[in-house]
């Protein structure tokens, strides 16, 4: 059974950098897609970034992140990685690590909605202070 693990999670103030890494399990990820969403208290899960499996990990971002943060892989040591830089107060979340394990080619927006991806994990806490 594939497992995820996130680590990284920190307080910084705004403007600060922090970088998560989310360990997968199984002899199979460079066919996984590695997804990052984040949470915040009251909201809805959204969706953060993307490396897909092929075309060498293409990443994809939301709106919100894209210049800012940065999603890469490394399939040699089953992990991907979410660098993320000039933070702001409002990316404080829970962000979660998930893998979609079918390695099925889809298109960017599949992997936007949390219900594409099989494995997740239990989530890592950012803070980011004004």
């Known amino acids: 059974q594939v497992q995820v693990f996130e680590s990284g999670g920190g307080s910084v103030q705004a403007g600060g950098s922090l970088s998560l890494s989310c360990q997968a399990s199984g002899s199979t990820f460079p066919s996984y897609a590695m997804g990052w969403f984040r949470q915040a208290p009251g909201k809805e899960r959204e969706f953060v970034a993307v490396?897909?499996?092929?075309?060498?990990?293409?990443?994809y971002y939301a709106n919100s992140v894209k210049g800012r943060f940065t999603v890469y892989r490394d399939n040699a040591k089953n992990t991907a990685v979410l660098e993320m830089n000039n933070l702001i107060p409002e990316d404080t979340a829970a962000y979660y690590c998930?893998?979609?394990?079918?390695?099925?080619?889809?298109?960017?927006?599949?992997?936007?909605?949390?219900?594409?991806?099989?494995?997740w994990g239990q989530g890592t806490q950012v803070n980011v202070s004004s």
């Open positions: 490396v897909t499996w092929y075309g060498g990990g293409t990443p």
């Open positions: 998930a893998a979609d394990t079918s390695g099925t080619y889809y298109t960017a927006s599949h992997y936007y909605t949390w219900n594409s991806y099989d494995v």
